[in-house]
């Protein structure tokens, strides 16, 4: 039952019409000048206990890299059917990736987190790289990464 309501959760109004409410939601990822190669980002929600519940998006095309996205592959197996969106690019070092997904509305404050992992080719790993709580109070406010990241926001 709590992975057809984690299903139901991250589903689009525009996937299953009337199961869920859902808006558009712009998640703006802007990396640092870090002065390696692109970026690999794995954007994926968890649940108030941590236990994950979907990906939303990932950035970069290439497989064998995305176990680099320790956190996410963990929680996935690196099972790429679970991403709603791959793209075939990397995000270069300063570059911004800007994607506007339709999230359900049960995702916002109701304990949900966002979280992105980030791995560049010969550099440091970073799992984790941002966890922001889905809030409705939240939108608009960019916060920090640990490592790539320069700033993540979401805008509804």
Sequence with gaps: MKSLLATLALTTALTLPGLA?????????????????????????????????????MAGGKSKYYEHLSDWYRATGGDTAQVNGITGASVGAGRSLEITLDLADALFDAGY????????????????????????????????????????????
């Design 21 to 57: 409410m859902a808006r558009p939601v712009t998640l703006t990822t802007t990396l640092n000048n870090y002065g390696g190669d692109g970026a690999y980002l794995a954007l994926y929600v968890t649940d108030a206990s941590g236990a994950y519940v979907g990906s939303l998006w």
């Design 113 to 156: 987190t966002l979280h992105i992992d980030a791995a560049v080719e010969d550099m440091r790993d970073s799992p984790n790289e941002v966890a922001v709580p889905l809030t409705t109070d939240g939108a608009g406010t960019p916060v920090r990464g640990r490592r790539y990241v320069a700033s993540f926001a979401y805008d509804m």
